[in-house]
């Protein structure tokens, strides 16, 4: 069955500079989530789409925007990368519309790491 | 403040034990999730449960949602070394605005020895 994909799997960046990472939800989900794994933390979630539209906000700092798109397919924009930005950032998937709205599905992560 | 307490945090055990992991919150989940996670890896879904008092079992592993749906417990039967890593349980809240978003508990390390 096809999963979630994420990519990069790795990035390395300098400080204050920017990365995308990007998502691929399982066909025919409609909800995006987004969330971000510091060392030895549990993941804490980041921002959520539904349809394209912003569902929900967690503690998503400002210089981090997300976006979904009409293929339902979701960026995360990261600007002025912190060394504090270091982490795994997963996405995951659901299909709000048939009504099993929190089971999620997870990506395998992107690890970024802010040199 | 952790809004979901998991606990143990850790754990280490002989290849053959039994073990249970709990998940204690004060609050109300409209549903609960359990997790596997290779490290590294993104997290493996295991089981929602979504129905107080809802009980389901996954070959040697048995899933167990609270009554009052502010609880659950993962049991492992007869663990075996492939069963050693990381479980996550992590509950969506009931009610409000925050719809499907997940809040994860500290996580259990399982270390199963042969």
């Known amino acids: 069955a096809a999963g979630v994909i994420q990519s990069p799997r790795h990035l390395i960046k300098e400080k204050r500079e920017t990365a995308t990472l990007k998502c691929y939800p399982i066909p025919r989900h409609d909800t995006v989530y987004w969330y971000q794994q510091g060392p030895g933390q549990d993941p804490q979630f980041l921002i959520s789409?539904?349809?394209?539209?912003?569902?929900d906000k967690g503690s998503i700092p400002d210089r981090f925007s997300a976006q979904q798109f009409s293929d339902y397919h979701s960026e995360l924009n990261m600007s002025s990368l912190e060394l504090g930005d270091s982490a795994l950032y997963f996405c995951a998937s659901s299909w709000r519309t048939s009504g099993n709205t929190d089971t999620q599905y997870f990506g395998p992560g992107t690890r970024l790491t802010v040199l | 403040t952790q809004l979901l307490e998991q606990s143990p945090q850790f754990l280490s055990i002989q290849e053959g034990e039994n073990l249970t992991v709990y998940c204690n919150s004060s609050s109300v989940f409209s549903s609960l999730q359990w997790y596997r996670q290779e490290p590294g890896e993104g997290p493996v879904l295991l089981v929602t449960v979504v129905t107080g008092g809802e009980v389901k079992k996954l070959k040697r592993l048995t899933f167990q949602f609270g009554d009052a749906r502010k609880d659950s417990s993962l049991h492992i039967t007869a663990a075996q070394p492939g069963d050693t890593g990381l479980y996550l349980c992590?509950?969506?809240?009931?009610?409000?605005?925050?719809?499907?978003?997940?809040?994860f508990g500290q996580g259990t390390i399982l270390t199963v020895h042969p």
């Open positions: 992590a509950g969506a809240l009931s009610g409000g605005t925050s719809y499907g978003k997940l809040t």
């Open positions: 789409f539904y349809e394209k539209m912003q569902s």
